[in-house]
T-cell receptor
Framework: QKEVEQNSGPLSVPEGAIASLNCTYSDRGSQSFFWYRQYSGKSPELIMSIYSNGDKEDGRFTAQLNKASQYVSLLIRDSQPSDSATYLCAVRGSSASKIIFGSGTRLSIRP | SAVISQKPSRDICQRGTSLTIQCQVDSQVTMMFWYRQQPGQSLTLIATANQGSEATYESGFVIDKFPISRPNLTFSTLTVSNMSPEDSSIYLC?????????????FGPGTRLTVL
């Protein structure tokens, strides 16, 4: 089992709809969770970090964390073509100084 | 967040040669990492650059092929030695542990390497 798993996609969502990106992780003691966005040819940029169970909202983005289910998600409301990118889920494990990245989900927003 | 720069931004190299990539941060950081990202793939951690001591390498990566230096808390280099076309990739510097910050990792702009 991979430490951090994501569906590779591509996930195609119509403009204006909600995009839902999902991620599961294997280390039950993990404490820190991150979502990065990566445009083609660019380096990853941090969108959200979340540390506690529940929802965290930042503009059109909402991160959701459920530690009991070892599940973290990212919702993008009112999806725009500029949201088309690869989204990387990342988890810092219970005993690691480094972050483990998922393989990424490619999101495509169709006009 | 930190401002991270990498040099060079891209290079085309001949097989058998070596390239050193520099990573400079505008503030002191605790941790510095080097990643590789091959076309269409996710991030692969090469090593953690330790200040004042030898880097910690991930499985499949060795010091002879990817020597790393970190002389202080703001600077690190990665050398790709005896290059082959399989080394063609984007190499990314990443940092965490900014003073007064969280445990978030930030990435530099990357170095796009093509080996002929």
């Amino acid at each position: 089992q991979k430490e951090v798993e994501q569906n590779s996609g591509p996930l195609s969502v119509p403009e204006g709809a909600i995009a839902s990106l999902n991620c599961t992780y294997s280390d039950r003691g993990s404490q820190s969770f991150f979502w990065y966005r990566q445009y083609s040819g660019k380096s990853p940029e941090l969108i959200m970090s979340i540390y506690s169970n529940g929802d965290k909202e930042d503009g059109r983005f909402t991160a959701q964390l459920n530690k009991a289910s070892q599940y973290v998600s990212l919702l993008i409301r009112d999806s725009q073509p500029s949201d088309s990118a690869t989204y990387l889920c990342a988890v810092r494990g219970s005993s690691a100084s480094k972050i483990i990245f998922g393989s990424g989900t490619r999101l495509s927003i169709r006009p | 967040s930190a401002v991270i720069s990498q040099k060079p931004s891209r290079d085309i190299c001949q097989r058998g040669t070596s390239l050193t990539i520099q990573c400079q941060v505008d503030s002191q950081v605790t941790m510095m990492f080097w990643y590789r990202q091959q076309p269409g793939q996710s991030l692969t951690l090469i090593a953690t650059a330790n200040q004042g001591s030898e880097a910690t390498y991930e499985s499949g990566f060795v010091i002879d092929k990817f020597p790393i230096s970190r002389p202080n808390l703001t600077f690190s280099t990665l050398t790709v030695s005896n290059m082959s076309p399989e080394d063609s990739s984007i190499y990314l510097c990443s940092v965490s542990g900014l003073a007064g910050g969280t445990d978030t990792q930030y990435f530099g702009p990357g170095t796009r390497l093509t080996v002929l």
